[in-house]
């Protein structure tokens, strides 16, 4: 079905404005805590497991046009070895936009008495797709007129620090350093371009009693030219296999994440996000999953709460 003009031009204003208030123009994850990956190239290869990650996405519920993320996510820690290697692959489509990306990750880890630095690197691409002849004609001169499909490849690279031990984890990275554009339509258009975002992660877990344990995590997001973002989040973890969570994140929404470990491989994740921005008036909430296969590569790995 074709749609109007007026229609892209309301999502994309009101995309960008809600994720200028949330520090990032890129895919927005609820559980980002269960796989560290998606933010900090460093993550790659943390214990020595290999972890397959699958997550969906549907954001802004019941809003026309709204993201939707597909995301999987592979990495690894080189037995007897300090490197862990990993790769990014996700699909996402935002209305008439399409942008898949690919990217490789690599770490080298150093180890202390008290945990591991892992120092990462990423690099890879996105492949945009612009679908401008679903859009019915607008007025006459208007320069998307018969403009059709747009596709365009946008290489890019970042890097990142992640240390951690058995009970605390803190990490920075900036996994997009190239602000390239997000349209190459004109010369206004062109001018739009991805912001640089910066990341800084870090969270604890706190024994509470046998079996019962509290696990706080936050993220602080800063993207050029925009106010800082922040997402809190707090979990009980019980018998070190189910976790209960409940979040903040700065100008969007209050969102509860569950993760169970089902046996020793097997984990899935779910987050709802209640919405607190003004697109509440249009949208019921965002729903995320997440399924998680591990792998231990050693004898004696460490227990992983993150």
Known sequence: MKKHLKIC??????????????????????????????????????????????????????????????????????????????????????GIHEDLAFYGFYTYQVNFLVGTLSLGLQGGFNYRTDRFDLLNEADEGDPLTGVGQVRFFKPNFGTGAYFYNERFFAGLSVPYLLATPIFELSEVLSEVRDARNYYLMGGMVIDIAENLRYRPTVLVRAQDGSPLGFDINNSLVIHDKVFFGVGWRSGDAVFATFETQLNDNWRFGYSFDFLTSDIRDFATGSHEFMVSYRMNLTPNPCLSYF
């Open 9 to 94: 031009l309301i999502l994309g204003v009101a995309l960008v404005l809600s994720k200028a208030s949330f520090g990032q123009q890129r895919p927005l994850y609820s559980q980002y805590m269960f796989n560290g990956m998606l933010i900090n190239p460093a993550y790659a290869g943390y214990q020595k497991q290999l972890n397959a990650t699958i997550q969906y996405r549907d954001q802004w519920v019941n809003f026309e046009g709204a993201p939707n993320i597909q995301t999987l996510s592979v990495h690894a820690g080189l037995p007897d070895r300090k490197i862990g290697v990993g790769a990014l692959l996700y699909r996402d489509q935002v």
